[in-house]
């Protein structure tokens, strides 16, 4: 199997308009086995893009090494998928031709044009083909996103709060959709979110990080069988204690009354 990433002692710094200077992560390390799943969860600000964006090869790093597959990131490549925060899709082009940009520009569309209709019926837009992102509510948006990150079908695919937009019940839909995407293709998936059950139902491994400087404070195996119950006992105790690492955990006091 192929796409394991290994983050190695990374550090990046940003300067802000007003000089000062920022450490967006500070001597992060991970190793992220092939094949597996693994959420990064923390408060805003805590660098969980900026680790996304290095691994993409979209800015480079300022200390430290990152590889994939043994072989040092340098830039982006179409071994890796990358879908943002903000939906990224062009304005002036049908969900269909967003979708097969990749591909095109890959000079491979012909060959893989039908991935394109698999994908686009995968995340349920089929019959919006032909629409404009201006045409589609914001949760639209993120399937055409999702679609068009897999479509390439990568070896990683890295995912920036995916499903933010997505009201409750779509949402949990869509995980078990990433989830089957997942299996079936068996990439690399490496996924922030702010959700504690989305990260605890979807991860091999969830990653605790803290902000100023962006740290990695703590990682939890999840040693759950698929598909996963949200409400079973071990599902709670995982949540429980992401919750507690993120200092949200809260206080049980004694009960003032009894049933
Ligand atoms: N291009 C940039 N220029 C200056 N500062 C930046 C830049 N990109 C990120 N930062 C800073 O780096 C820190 C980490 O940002 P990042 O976007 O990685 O956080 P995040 O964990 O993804 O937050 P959120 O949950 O809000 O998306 C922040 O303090 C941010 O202001
Ligand atoms: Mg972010």
Known sequence: MVGSISISGVSKHFVNPTGERITALDNVS???????????????GCGKSTLLRLISGLIPMDDGSLMLDG????????????????HTL???????DNIAFGLRARGIYKQEKDHVDEFIEMVGLKGFEHS???????????RASLARALVGKPKVLLLDEPLGALDAFTR????????????????????????????????????????????????LDIKLARPRARSSEDFLHYRAEILRQLHYGGTIKEPNYYI
């Open 132 to 142: 404009y992102p201006h045409q589609l509510s914001g949760g639209m948006c993120q």
């Open 71 to 86: 072989t040092p990131i340098k830039a982006p490549g179409a071994d890796r998928g990358f879908m943002f925060q903000e």
């Open 30 to 44: 991970l190793d992220i086995p092939a094949g597996s799943f693994v959420s990064l969860i923390g408060p805003s």
């Open 90 to 96: 062009f304005p002036w082009l049908s969900i269909y």
């Open 172 to 219: 949990m839909n869509m995980q078990d959709e990433i989830l089957r995407i997942w299996k079936e293709t068996g990439m690399t998936a490496i996924m922030v979110t702010h959700d504690v059950d989305e990260a605890v139902y979807l991860s091999d491994k969830v990653v605790v990080m803290t902000p100023r400087p962006g740290r990695i404070t703590g990682t």
